[in-house]
C-alpha cells in the first residue's frame, strides 16, 4: 500500500496574495467547489484576519464544502488566531494554520524578536488553536534559510503542543531541490516527535524550481504539497498543483505516495482559475498549457499516430483535455443550459440568476453558432463580475476603423445610474476605445498589462481580455470577454476601474502590509 500525499491547496490564500488576483466571495465559491470536484484534501480558503469580506469569504467557502479541509491562515497572535477558528467553524473538517517566521532575516528585520520569543508565540498560537479545532498546522515561515537547530527546537515544542501537521516553507524560493529534500530527510529524523505530525512542504517559484523542490521533500517523506492551479501566487508564484499531482501519478516507479486527486478536473479547474484572476496561462505550461500536448512537427505526430507513448508521456484525456467539446448552440434550451452548468459545477442561487446567466447565452449563440465549456465558464465569469453595484456600466460602443485613416471610438457609459457619451480617436481601436473612456472617468491610473486570449478554436471564438490597473500603488485585474475584442476590452477596462473604485482594502499576511 502506498502511503497518501495529501493535496493542500492554497490558490484561494496565497494564490489570491498575487497582486491583481484578489477574488470575491462568490469567486472563490466557484474555485472551491472545482477543487472539492478535484479531491483536493485541504482548501486553503483565506486569510480572515484581513478584512471583514476576506472573513465573510472563508465562513461562506467553510459552509459550501464538504468533501475537503478548510482551513484559515493566522499569524501566531491571539487575535488572529481567534479569527480564523470563527471563520472555520461551520465547515466539515476544519482546520486552523498559524504561522511565524523563523529566519535570522524576518525575526530581526520584521518581527523584531528574539529566537526564544518567537518560539513561545509558535507555541501559545498553537494551543490556541488546538482549544478551537482539532486538526492544527504550523508553518516556519522562511524555513528555507533558518537554522535548523532552531527549527528542530520549534517543530518538536509544536508538534508536542498539538500540531497535527507542520510547513516547512522556502517562502522566498531560495533553496535547491537537492539541499531542500536533504533538510527534510535531516527533520525528520532528529525531530524526536515527528512521527506524531505530517511533514508539509510549501515552496516559491523564484528560481523557477518550486515544483522541484516539492517533490524533492516528498521524496524525502513529506506528505503534504502546499499548491497552487497554475501555479499563481506572490512574485513568480507558488509550486503548482497541476504538476505535482501529474508528476506523482506518472512517476509511480519513483514515489511511494500518491494523491486522491481526480486528474479529468484539472484543465476546467486551470480554465476557471485563469478567468477569474485574469492571469493567463502561458502556452508552453505543462500540462495546461494551449501546447501541452500539441504535437506540431511531422515526426512527432508520426510517432503519435503509431503509438502515442512514443512522444506522450501522459494522456491529454486525463488532466481533461478533451472534455472541451461543442456543447450548446442557439436552439438549446433553458434546461439543457441548467444542465450543462451543473456538470460545469455552477449553481445557481436563484432563478432570477439563471435567466440573466440563460439571457446572456442566447445573445452569445446568436453571434457563435456552437458554444463550448469555455465559452459557457467565462459566460458566468461576467455574470459574476458584472454586478449591480458597479459604479460604471457599458451601455453601447460604436467603433470605425479602415486602412489609412485614424481609428475612432463612440462610447457611451452608463456612470452610476446616468448615461455619459464622448468619442476619441486613438492609436488603434482599443487605444481609441479606452481614450474614451478615461475621459469620461478621469484619473491617474496606468495600465500595466494588457492581453486577448482566444476563448476557443475558430475566428469567432469570443476573445478574453485581462488588463492590470495601477493606482495609489493598488493593484487589480479587470476582464472582459465578447466576440469582438474591441468590446471585450472596453469591458475589462471598466471590470477592472469597478474594482479600483470599489477600494477593497485588506491586510497581507506575510508583509503586514495593507493593500
Ligand atoms: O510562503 C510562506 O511562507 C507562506 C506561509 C504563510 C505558509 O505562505
Ligand atoms: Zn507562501
Known sequence: ?????????????????????????????????????????????????????????????????????????????????????????????????????????????????????????????????????????????????????????????????????????????????????????????????SDQAVFSVHCHNDLGVAVANSLAAVQAGARQVECTINGLGERAGNASLEEIVMAVRTRQDVFSCDTRIDTTHILPASRLVSSITGFPVQPNKAIVGANAFAHEAGIHQDGVLKQRETY???????????????????????????????????????????????????ELADKKHEIFDDDLQVLVGESATDSNADALKLVSLKTVAQTGTVPVADLVLEISGENHSCQSSGDGLVDAAFKAVDKLVPGSRSLLLYSVNAITAGSDSQGEVSVRLEENSRIVNGQGADTDIVVASVKAYVNGLNKLHAGRHRVNPQSGVAV
Open 1 to 193: 500500500m502506498k502511503d497518501q500525499l495529501f493535496i493542500f491547496d492554497t490558490t484561494l490564500r496565497d494564490g489570491e496574495q498575487s497582486p491583481g488576483a484578489s477574488m470575491t466571495a462568490a469567486e472563490k465559491i466557484r474555485i472551491a467547489r472545482h477543487l472539492e470536484k478535484l479531491r483536493v484534501d485541504i482548501i486553503e480558503a483565506g486569510f480572515p484576519a484581513a478584512s471583514e469580506g476576506d472573513f465573510e469569504a472563508v465562513q461562506m467557502v467553510a459552509a459550501e464544502i464538504k468533501d475537503s479541509r478548510i482551513c484559515g491562515l493566522a499569524r501566531a497572535n491571539p487575535g488572529d488566531v481567534a479569527r480564523a477558528g470563527e471563520a472555520v467553524r461551520g465547515a466539515n473538517a476544519p482546520r486552523i494554520h498559524t504561522f511565524i517566521a523563523t529566519s535570522p532575516i524576518h525575526m530581526k528585520a520584521k518581527l523584531r524578536m528574539e529566537p526564544e520569543d518567537v518560539l513561545e508565540k509558535a507555541v501559545e498560537a498553537v494551543r490556541q488553536a488546538r482549544n478551537l479545532v482539532d486538526d492544527v498546522e504550523f508553518s516556519a515561515e522562511d524555513a528555507g534559510r533558518s537554522d535548523e537547530d532552531f527549527l528542530c527546537r520549534v517543530f518538536e515544542a509544536v508538534i508536542r503542543a498539538g500540531a497535527r501537521t507542520v510547513n516547512v516553507p522556502d517562502t522566498v524560493g531560495y533553496t535547491m531541490p537537492n539541499q531542500f529534500g536533504a533538510l527534510f530527510e535531516r527533520l525528520i529524523e532528529r525531530i524526536p516527535n
Open 312 to 362: 506522450e508521456i501522459m494522456r491529454a484525456e486525463d488532466v481533461g483535455w478533451s472534455a472541451n467539446q461543442i456543447v450548446l448552440g442557439k436552439h438549446s434550451g433553458r434546461n439543457a443550459f441548467k444542465e450543462r452548468m451543473l456538470a460545469l459545477g455552477i449553481v445557481f442561487e436563484s432563478d432570477a440568476e439563471l435567466n440573466q446567466a440563460f439571457a446572456r447565452f442566447k
